[in-house]
């Protein structure tokens, strides 16, 4: 179980998240929703120790995460929004890093990768260097090593971005099969669809701050089953009629 | 410290740390343990060439009797451990880029930065261990025990790296707690490179060219470095007065640079790194004015190229072999006393000179000069840019004149102080420059050509480019090549205009020759290349 209390990051003068407070079970799929620069990035960074925040807690299994970092890392797998890391490396050597970071031992590791990689059909690109990859091939090198060490908690920054449709489909059925273990997967989109999904629980975030957070169904029957974009839209869009889109596109003589 | 994690962190670092090394295995297929392997074994091949090309040099002197020599050595061997370590530095702490995304990785702080600085080490000492050997050889030859010889000469050893190592680190990681380094990172560092180097390079050639052998005694010696004595006298009496200020010397600085490094710069220092690491965060400059806004092509895409020019390593190869090599041709012909003048030489010279200028020029520019890298600099955005409504042949254009224009201007720089040096005539200077022009004209038309067929775009580290091509071999094969042959037309065409009657005939042969040949050239240059862009 992951508990958020009060997280505050600031960059300058900007808030980039303000007092967010939630609380995520292990066993499910958590999914973040926002517009772009909404503060999803921010919150996952700080879950994976990337961001220090300015202020507020985060405790894992009960863990203080600041009193525990090295530790909370080890149940913690993350793949990033852009896959470009460790470039220099082959697909294969970067598995061996990860490998090792996460201390598993070959022969652990042996079947798992292989069939990662054969699930990601990445069999023929292992003695690649990264940069080679195209930006799929990258997202896909970084899914195998996050799922090298069986994470408890995996954290994945618009994952689906990217991947062709049967590699999309293949990593939606392995985030619901990890959650079905009773490990935790949380993930951040924009693919509405993909949120109702998969999502067990949702949280919307607006300029920072948290505007919802339960679960697709409940946010449903409160806006009388409206399809999920309308109520997205309705709550972190933007209140206008459609004209902006009018001047930019609509008939110049009207 | 986990072994398992330790080991995994060593070999990444090890492939930052030797860009060129790993690309040219890479090519060879070798990737992981394998690669790994050849890596480390590179490190095993460069100690013992250097063991074994300085042991034999330095096994025949007798430094018991020659100081001079003997500081010469030390001084030697710790420029070149500063200026590979602070290259060494960049590459595994900068230039990889990587400490960012170890944060959300189980590795331990500790265990990142003790593998890099291991890595580092590694790096270095392969070319400063002729110094053990100095200092046992120097303390052996002062009839040492033996065993006492070879302790005293790792324990100053050890005390003389661990000085290099806390000065480089002192130097780098200091640098990066300034405002100066968080804005102009690539700057800075590639600044930092260039000095040292130079400083590396000037101060072997004025030790070099300090040659007044002292004394008249039996053995030649060179002069000594006086600040570098007292650890002459750690050999000569280990446990003596004498001694006691070189012993002392060490032990104080260190202790003082340790201080230094331990009080100023490691606290918050693996996080000024990582920050250095990552993308600028506060990019925006609140109070400085904003710019016109610019619609005018031309001086954005000049503002665009100069920013490509901040790549360290980059600028260190441009300096090595557009600017230090020529001054150390010129240095070591001025310095050896039969130093050329031109003073009296008369004007049938010019077609002689201008020829050299092309030489020059030919040995100049090369596939590591920024004309012959500046296409693949762009990386992503030059194929972004081919989508842009941009004419190709403008945009390329304009690159060719920066890249044109840098490198023409270093190259005048370079012949004008020749001029001083070897106090040339004015025609001949006008007609060795105007060769030199035009020769860089010709050889960038080569070059850029070349970069744009042979273009990477995704590279990682700037050495692979440099790589292109036939590699290193044909690097040094036709620099040499230029070298000589370029070397054998002029010494022939002077032969013939200094010691025969011919000098008009072989002025206008020469002259219509290399007019044919630049024509040819040029048309190729523009059917083979600019057309392709109308
Ligand atoms: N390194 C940084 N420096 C300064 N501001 C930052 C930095 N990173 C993020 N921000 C700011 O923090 C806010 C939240 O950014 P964040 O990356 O969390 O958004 P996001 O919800 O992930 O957006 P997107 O959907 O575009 O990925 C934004 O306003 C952004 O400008
Ligand atoms: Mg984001």
């Known amino acids: 179980m992951i508990e958020i209390k009060d997280l505050c990051k600031n960059y300058g003068d900007k808030k980039a998240l303000q007092n967010l407070t939630l609380t995520i079970k292990s066993g499910e799929i958590f999914g973040f929703l926002g517009h772009n620069g909404a503060g999803k990035s921010t919150t996952l960074k700080s879950l994976v120790s990337i961001i220090e925040p300015t202020s507020g807690t985060i ?186 889109v009018d001047n930019i596109e609509g008939d110049e003589h009207e | 410290m986990n072994k398992q994690q330790l080991r995994a962190l060593m070999s990444v670092d090890l492939r930052l740390a030797n860009p060129q090394v790993t690309d040219r295995y890479r090519k060879k297929g070798k990737t992981g343990a394998a690669l790994t392997k050849k890596l480390t074994n590179q490190f095993v091949y460069n100690t013992i060439i250097f063991i074994l090309i300085y042991g034999f040099t330095m096994f025949m002197l007798d430094f018991s009797k020659m100081p001079g020599m003997f500081t010469f050595y030390v001084g030697l061997f710790v420029l070149l451990g500063i200026s590979q370590s602070i290259s060494s530095i960049y590459n595994v702490f900068f230039a990889g880029k990587d400490l960012a995304s170890y944060l959300p990785l189980p590795f331990r702080e500790k265990e990142i930065f003790f593998s890099k600085t291991l890595i580092v080490f590694l790096n270095v000492v392969p070319f400063t261990l002729p110094l053990l050997l100095l200092f046992f050889y120097t303390g052996w030859r002062f009839g040492i025990f033996i065993p006492l010889a070879i302790i005293l000469a790792i324990v100053v050893f050890l005390l003389i790296m661990a000085l290099v190592f806390l000065i480089c680190a002192l130097i780098v990681f200091g640098l990066t707690k300034t405002k100066l380094f968080q804005h102009h990172k690539n700057a800075v560092m590639s600044g930092l490179m260039a000095i040292t180097m130079i400083i590396a390079v000037a101060g072997i050639l004025l030790m070099n060219g300090s040659n007044n052998y002292a004394g008249a005694g039996a053995s030649f010696d060179r002069a000594p470095i006086t600040l570098l004595l007292p650890i002459y006298q750690i050999f000569k009496a280990p446990i003596s007065l004498a001694s006691g200020e070189g012993w002392l010397g060490l032990i104080a600085l260190l202790s003082l640079f340790a201080a230094l490094l331990k009080y100023q710069v490691l606290p918050n220092l693996s996080e000024q790194l990582t920050q250095v690491n990552t993308t600028e965060v506060n990019n925006a400059n609140p109070h400085k004015k904003a710019r016109r806004r610019q619609t005018k092509l031309v001086p954005i895409l000049d503002a665009y190229n100069r920013q490509l020019l901040k790549e360290p390593n980059l600028l260190l190869q441009v300096l090595s072999s557009s600017i230090m090599m020529p001054l150390i041709f010129i240095l070591t012909f001025a310095m050896n006393g039969s130093a050329f003048n031109f003073g009296q030489l008369p004007v049938k010279w010019f077609g002689v000179f201008f020829v050299g200028g092309l030489v020059f020029a030919a040995m100049t520019v090369n596939q590591t000069a920024l004309i012959a890298n500046l296409i693949s600099l762009d990386r992503e955005n030059f194929e972004f840019v081919r989508s842009l409504p941009i004419s190709m042949k403008q945009y390329l254009h304009r690159k060719f004149q920066l890249g044109f224009f840098f490198q023409v201007m270093i190259n005048i720089l370079m012949l004008l102080i020749a001029a001083i040096t070897f106090k040339m005539p004015l025609v001949l200077l006008a007609s060795l420059i105007v060769g030199v022009i035009w020769g860089t004209y010709l050889m960038c038309l080569h070059y850029f050509r070349r970069d744009y067929r042979l273009r990477i775009t995704n590279w990682t580290n700037i050495t692979q480019l440099f790589n292109r091509g036939g590699g290193n071999l044909a690097l040094v094969a036709t620099m040499f090549g230029s070298i000589i042959i370029g070397g054998v037309i002029v010494a022939a065409y002077a032969v013939v205009v200094g010691t025969t009657k011919l000098a008009l005939l072989a002025n206008v042969i020469a002259l219509s020759v290399v007019l044919i040949v630049s024509i040819w050239f040029w048309l190729r240059s523009q059917k083979k290349f600019w057309r392709l862009f109308d």
């Open chain 1, 59 to 244: 405790t894992v299994d009960g863990l203080d995460l600041k009193a525990n970092r090295q530790k909370i890392k080890e149940k913690i797998a993350y793949v990033p929004d852009t896959p470009d890391i460790f470039l220099q490396l082959t697909a294969g050597e970067y598995w061996d890093l990860l490998a090792a970071a996460y201390q598993l031992s070959e022969d652990d590791v042996a079947k798992r990768r292989h069939d990662l990689i054969e699930l990601f059909d990445m069999g023929a690109h292992v003695d690649e260097t990264m940069a080679s990859f195209s930006h799929g091939m990258r997202q896909k090198s970084i899914l195998i090593g996050a799922l090298l060490s069986d994470p408890d908690v995996w954290i994945l920054d618009e994952p689906l971005q990217g991947l062709d449709p049967q590699a999309a489909h293949d990593l939606k059925e392995l985030m619901k099969a990890h959650a079905a273990k009773g490990k935790t997967v949380i993930f951040s989109t924009h693919v509405l669809d993909t949120a109702q999904q998969l999502c067990d629980e949702l949280a919307i975030l607006k300029k920072g701050q948290l505007i919802y957070n339960g679960s697709v169904a409940d946010l449903r029957a409160q806006h009388d089953n409206q399809s999920l974009e309308d109520i997205y839209l309705g709550m972190a869009g933007r209140q206008d009629d459609g004209h902006l």
